[in-house]
């Protein structure tokens, strides 16, 4: 269980409940590539709003589990959110990114983040500071997480991951191109991602002015048709080394997770980012 004071960014099913969901499931894969138990490891997580991926991880027996936010009044919420729960968490700290968690030498199994991650232009301005703190990414979403990219080295263990989510709403190419260059095939798409989520009603204002991002290749939406943009939001998880991470050539899918999206605006934006389009998009109705 959550809460989520309306002044601050929630706790929510499309980004943060796939992150705590998927920081579980690494956290099981480091413990047995290590040969620890789950009660050995020591994991945070950071930008962690309420800290879905925290409580999570230490409901599921991660040994240490630390948490942080730049701003205090999500550590408010998280300590509420683990009163709720019946928990503590190991520590909650104040500060920036990795910036909390730097000691004198590498010492995490499992760094989990959802970073702010919109482009700044599509922050609404009439938002509380919270809620932009907790979203402005930089020109393309990434700032911050290329930021923290650059650090793990300080933090992380030799068999150590940081997973994190990535949405389509930010520059999701330039990130594989920055993946690339810096962590070359230590990283991978998480199973199970990426996810389909509504993103806004079609009836909004922004909606004209995102299509035109798309269709630009800044970002991947579609119209659904229930009366809402659609969005991707995918996991990813980074070794500390090759070795802890060995991986094809991956790249960011475009086919939700467990279903097909059959509006015909999905397909339209396939074309336009060069993937193909899938031989069956509709299902087949049985003939009576």
């Known amino acids: 269980m959550f809460n989520n004071p309306a002044h601050l960014y929630p706790v929510n099913r499309y980004q943060s409940?796939?992150?705590?969901?998927?920081?579980?499931?690494?956290?099981?894969?480091?413990?047995?590539?290590?040969?620890?138990?789950?009660?050995?490891?020591?994991?945070?997580?950071?930008?962690?709003?309420?800290?879905p991926a925290a409580l999570a991880m230490k409901a599921s027996g991660v040994g240490f589990v630390g948490a942080s936010d730049i701003q205090g009044v999500s550590l408010q919420q998280t300590r509420l959110n683990a009163s709720i729960n019946g928990m503590s968490l190991?520590?909650?700290?104040?500060?920036?990114?990795?910036?909390?968690?730097?000691?004198?030498?590498?010492w995490l199994d499992l760094v989990a983040c959802n970073p702010p991650c919109l482009p700044d232009a599509l922050v609404d301005s009439r938002l509380g500071t919270a809620w932009q703190t907790a979203m402005k990414g930089g020109s393309g979403g990434f700032d911050l997480l290329f930021e923290i990219l650059g650090a793990l080295d300080k933090v992380l263990l030799p068999h150590g991951r940081f997973v994190f989510v990535v949405t389509s709403m930010m520059d999701f190419e330039r990130i594989a191109q920055f993946l690339h260059r810096h962590v070359e095939q230590a990283w991978r798409v998480c199973p199970g991602t990426p996810v389909a989520a509504p993103y806004c009603r079609l009836d909004e204002a922004v909606v004209p002015r995102l299509l035109a991002m798309r269709d630009e290749r800044h970002i991947f939406v579609w119209q659904g048709e229930d009366g809402w943009l659609w969005r991707l939001?995918?996991?990813?998880?980074?070794?500390?080394?090759?070795?802890?991470?060995?991986?094809?050539?991956?790249?960011?899918g475009f086919y939700p997770y467990g279903f097909m999206p059959t509006?015909?605006?999905?397909?339209?934006?396939?074309?336009?980012?060069?993937?193909?389009?899938?031989?069956?998009?509709?299902?087949?109705?049985?003939?009576r």
């Open 17 to 51: 409940l796939v992150l705590a969901h998927l920081a579980c499931q690494e956290a099981v894969q480091v413990a047995a590539s290590a040969g620890k138990p789950m009660a050995a490891l020591s994991a945070v997580e950071i930008c962690c709003g309420g800290s």
């Open 90 to 106: 190991d520590r909650v700290a104040l500060g920036s990114g990795l910036e909390p968690w730097i000691n004198t030498g590498p």
């Open 233 to 252: 939001t995918w996991g990813v998880a980074v070794g500390a080394s090759a070795a802890a991470m060995v991986s094809d050539r991956p790249a960011f």
């Open 263 to 287: 509006a015909p605006d999905y397909l339209h934006a396939l074309e336009i980012f060069g993937q193909a389009i899938p031989d069956n998009p509709l299902p087949k109705v049985a003939p």
